[in-house]
């Protein structure tokens, strides 16, 4: 799980192209569409994760609404990933 | 005192058609133009349908009567066909004295070529002909319409997304009521491209079945492509035989919310409706008819319907969304619709929103929009909504010339 | 009457050291075939979080355009309109790229999203939440031109007091090798440039005001006669008889006789909007900058009214400039 989770920071700073930022900075309990938080995601960037849940974990997220459970923080990110993987 | 500004020619050629009477016919046959895909090579044939153009590029050189080694992106076809009509219907004015402008809005330029040309030229850098990419610049089929129609004096094109045309239609009159021009062929085209249907599916505003707009279960839109261009004279220098109707009001504004999605409150929509009644000196109930953006996303519809809301309170006019016929034609969505505005002043009609079932339910008071062809209506007013990416929100006015 | 329009503010990202001064004393010269913009430090102004998804392109315009305000004193924008003919180079190749490579699957939105032209004008619209009339104009070498003759309709129609307009267009690597396929970029012979220049333009004269923009001509394949009525047409706008500079984009032409003529692009290259440089140059020109004079090899009394001049095959275009 820790490692998925480092595994998972590295991937979205660069799918995100989170200049800058390093892994230790992201908080795994951190919420990731929070307006005013460190990392401030948007509706776009829900989907550069549906995207890269698909191309590195073979998990495909038919829309963002189901995206939005799933993409809450990290942890949450990593449990589904852990759940769905093939 | 602002100079009048009128329509003397309109052209369109789109998924119901090649021409104006052909898109006539098809709507009021309520032969929409959504289908498989048949032309474009992707992936996605067979999955999702398109509103594609009728005819090859093959074709499009023949219906345009010129030679097929001429090098030509299809968008630059399309957008000469269209311009050509309206040109025409205006009396094939001679437009080599300098005060004519064209301007035309597009979004993806030569894409439908350049593409090609790219996946050779990544596989190897030397590869391709590379002056394909002499045909990707946005302006090169302005420049292809402008030297069809023998114009010179100003040429320029506007990208601005799905309101370029509106934008170019707006910049026409504004030149000419200025005194730089007296005579301006606007409007827009686009041609469709694997760029664009990849780039519309995976932000996943796309419909795998045919579109519903303003409809409460919208799934997305349906990509679309085409030209819709119209002349506009001044006053001053107007033949009044030819006039088919009169622009009166336009705007533009920027929603500054997202680059792609529109703001809850409808502010850029609000701002360009409001606008454009503005310079038309009209209050909102004097509007007869709207023909909305309606792209039949969830978040357009939403943002536009709110954004009438703001305008017409309680006494929404009737309104449609035409892309459920033709789709949406980014770049000439705006020229597409003005001419389609034109032919409903002139033949006092009202299009249908096709496939509406279930009004949003976000809204108290339902927005229901027109479900059947409407004739011998007595339309003065009409207002036509275009809106992109970057926030970019247009609207004109258009009143019946009698 | 038409009112007076003044540049009150400039913002130039260009391969000359211009963005913090109207001109480094030391030239930089451009590598082989191609001049490539000095940068400013892009995290001074723009927040990391949103900087992040900023395409190179977009920060440049985003950059100049903060420049251009904070010089004019960051008056309320009533427009913003740029002109771009290479638009956001980068993004269109990176999704262009992973289509073909990926075979139309895991595409990235963002790309797409910011491929769009407008995506500059858009950006400066969301940073300072501005609401106001936004156009991009994409006509190849009268890009800028064009977002300026829109511009000048804007102040003549009192729809703006002052507005923000800009030129803007970058170089990318693949761009790059595809310019010396076309033959547009030849080592040694023929450089090809990038760059970023706004301006705050107003009707109202103000203590940062630089110059005076007085009109912009461009013509589509337009013959001599064309040409030289426009250039009398723009003088007798400006009240004047006879042009001090002509700044031109084209060497070894006469534009118009017993004027004295200099160009502009051994500074910044050949690239569609490099106009909106040029439009700068003339700016300080006017000013007397001593560094610009120098950079151009310029002596002799300062120049009060310039003519900025470029053409193509097809493109004919010009800039009067007078001192304010």
Known sequence: MEELIEKLKVQIIKQLNLEDVEPDEIDPNEMLFDENGELGLDSIDALELIVLLDKEYGIKIKNQEEGKQIFHSLTTMAEFILQHQN | MAKRIFITGIGVISAIGKNTTEALENIQSLSSGVADIQHLKTVHKGKIPLCEVKYSNKELYQLAGVDPSTPLTRTAL????????????????????????????????????????????????????????????????????????????????????????????????????????????????????????????????????????????????????????????????????????????????????????????????????????????????????????????????????????????????????????????????????????????????????????????????????????????????????????????????????? | ??????????????????????????????????????????????????????????????????????????????????????????????????????????????????????????????????????????????????ALVDALLLLWEQKATNLLVGGIDEQTDQLKVLLKRLTCAIPEKRVMGEGAAFFVLSTEKTATTKAQLVGARMLYRPNDTAVQNSIQALLKEAGIEALDLVLTGVANKTVVDNTAHCTYKQLCGEYPTSSSFATALAANLVQGDRATMQALHLEGDTPKHILIYNEDAVHTSMILINNA
């Not at chain 2, 370029?164 to 085209?189: E, F, P, W, Y």
């Not at chain 2, 033949?239 to 703001?263: K, M, P, R």
């Not at chain 2, 020229?335 to 949003?360: C, D, M, W």
């Open chain 3, 1 to 146: 009457m038409k009112p007076t329009i003044y540049i009150n503010g400039i913002g130039n990202i260009s391969p000359q050291d211009t963005f913090d001064q109207p001109m480094g004393t030391e030239l930089a010269q451009a590598e082989s075939a191609f001049f490539v913009c000095q940068e400013p430090v892009y995290k001074t102004f723009i927040q990391r979080k949103l900087l992040r998804r900023m395409s190179r392109v977009v920060r440049m315009g985003l950059a100049a355009s903060y420049k251009a305000l904070e010089q004019a004193n960051n008056p309320t924008i009533d427009a913003i309109v740029t002109g771009t003919a290479w638009g956001c180079v980068k993004d269109t190749e990176k999704f262009l790229e992973t289509i073909i490579e990926n075979n139309e699957e895991y595409l990235t939105p963002t790309a797409f999203v910011q491929s769009t032209h407008n995506t500059v004008g858009g950006q400066i619209a969301l940073m300072h939440h501005n609401n106001c009339y936004n156009m991009t104009y994409v006509q190849g070498n009268v890009s800028f031109e064009s």
């Open chain 2, 78 to 402: 399309l957008g000469m066909l269209a311009a050509k009509e309206a040109w025409q219907q205006a009396g094939s004015p001679e437009l080599g004295d300098g005060k004519t402008g064209v301007f035309s809005g597009n979004t993806v330029g030569g894409m439908d070529k350049t593409e090609h040309f790219y996946a050779e030229f990544m596989a190897d850098a030397t590869a391709g002909d590379v002056r394909t990419m002499l045909t990707h610049e946005c302006a090169h089929s302005t420049e292809c319409i402008a030297n069809y129609l023998g114009a010179t004096g100003m040429v320029s094109t506007i990208s601005t997304a799905c309101s370029s045309s509106a934008n170019t239609i707006m910049l026409g009159a504004r030149m000419i009521k200025q005194g730089l021009l007296d005579r301006a062929i606007v409007g827009g085209v686009d041609a469709l491209a694997k760029f664009t249907v990849n780039g519309f599916n995976v932000l996943q505003i796309l419909d795998e079945q045919y579109c519903q707009p303003f409809d409460q279960n919208r799934r997305g839109l349906n990509l679309g492509e085409g030209a819709g261009f119209v002349v506009l004279e001044s006053e001053d220098t107007v033949d009044e035989a030819n006039i088919l109707a009169e622009l009166v009001g336009y705007a533009n504004s920027n929603d500054a919310y997202h680059q792609t999605a529109s703001s809850p409150d409808g502010t850029g929509a609000y701002l360009a409706m409001k606008g454009a009644l503005d310079v038309a000196g009209i209050a909102a109930d004097a509007v007869d008819y709207v023909n909305v953006h309606g792209t039949g996303t969830n978040n357009n519809d939403l943002s536009e319907g709110i954004a009438m809301q703001r305008i017409f309170g309680n006494n929404i006019p009737k309104f449609s969304s035409t892309k459920a016929f033709t789709g949406h034609t980014l770049g000439a969505a705006g020229g597409v619709e003005a001419v389609l505005s034109v032919l409903a002043l002139k033949h006092q009609i009202i299009y249908p929103n096709l496939r509406f079932e279930t009004p949003i339910a976000d809204f108290e008071t339902p927005l229901v929009p027109e479900t059947a062809l409407l004739e011998n209506q007595d339309l003065t007013y009409i207002l036509s909504n275009s809106f992109g990416f970057g926030g970019n929100t247009s609207s004109l006015v258009f009143k019946a010339y009698k």
